[in-house]
Antibody, heavy 121, light 107 residues
Framework: EVQLVESGGGLVQPGGSLRLSCAASGFTFSSYWMSWVRQAPGKGLEWVANIKQDGSEKYYVDSVKGRFTISRDNAKNSLYLQMNSLRAEDTAVYYC??????????????WGQGTLVTVSS | DIQMTQSPSSLSASVGDRVTITCRASQGIRNDLGWYQQKPGKAPKRLIYAASSLQSGVPSRFSGSGSGTEFTLTISSLQPEDFATYYCLQHNSYPQTFGQGTKVEIK
């Protein structure tokens, strides 16, 4: 059974940093693109970033470029999102999602339960 | 960026109704589109991929169609468990973008 379990969310002050983790199991993690998707309270879904199977390609939405870094450790079956210079508008539930087993993204077939990040003083 | 315009933003329907939701892309995206269902407090669930392929385990009352810039999600006979918010997602080019969502409510 495919499982994605996020952790690392919490309350952080504006300008602060947080590192999210996603532990994957039930599939060959190293064979899939992986993504982070977020949802601000009461709002719609926003794709944040994704990373290729071997980590050689990474893409970000403009609003987080230069502040967020996506990474992965295939030996540990884990996905990460390092978030720096956090702003109030980054407040959201962050979902880890399994993307494509191919050479490009194709959407998300499995999602974690999400972890809440709150940026507030 | 490719803008995904979903309509309607909300609708009220009864059990057994046929429901259609539309997503329009600001430029052609071939069939690089999926449809997702989200219930309150839960993670989204993919219903349709590649515009018209049914995700494994999803009831056959859900169907998708379209290519290029116009896409449709149809629920042939609305069931009580289908009341939720639905999103389209384009993954043709970066950044991947979602529609703003369609909330399906009980009439």
């Amino acid at each position: 059974e495919v499982q994605l379990v996020e952790s690392g969310g919490g309350l952080v002050q504006p300008g602060g940093s947080l590192r999210l983790s996603c532990a994957a199991s039930g599939f060959t993690f190293s064979s899939y693109w992986m993504s982070w998707v977020r949802q601000a309270p009461g709002k719609g879904l926003e794709w944040v970033a994704n990373i290729k199977q071997d980590g050689s390609e990474k893409y970000y939405v403009d609003s987080v470029k230069g502040r967020f870094t996506i990474s992965r450790d295939n030996a540990k079956n884990s996905l990460y999102l390092q978030m720096n210079s956090l702003r109030a508008e980054d407040t959201a539930v962050y979902y880890c999602a399994r993307d494509s087993p191919y050479s490009s993204s194709w959407g998300f077939d499995y999602w974690g339960q999400g972890t809440l990040v709150t940026v507030s003083s | 960026d490719i803008q995904m315009t979903q309509s309607p933003s909300s609708l009220s329907a009864s059990v057994g109704d046929r429901v259609t939701i539309t997503c329009r892309a600001s430029q052609g995206i071939r069939n690089d589109l999926g449809w997702y269902q989200q219930k309150p407090g839960k993670a989204p669930k993919r219903l349709i991929y590649a515009a018209s392929s049914l995700q494994s385990g999803v009831p056959s009352r859900f169907s998708g169609s379209g290519s290029g810039t116009e896409f449709t999600l149809t629920i042939s006979s609305l069931q009580p468990e289908d009341f939720a918010t639905y999103y389209c997602l384009q993954h043709n080019s970066y950044p991947q973008t979602f529609g703003q969502g369609t909330k399906v409510e009980i009439k």
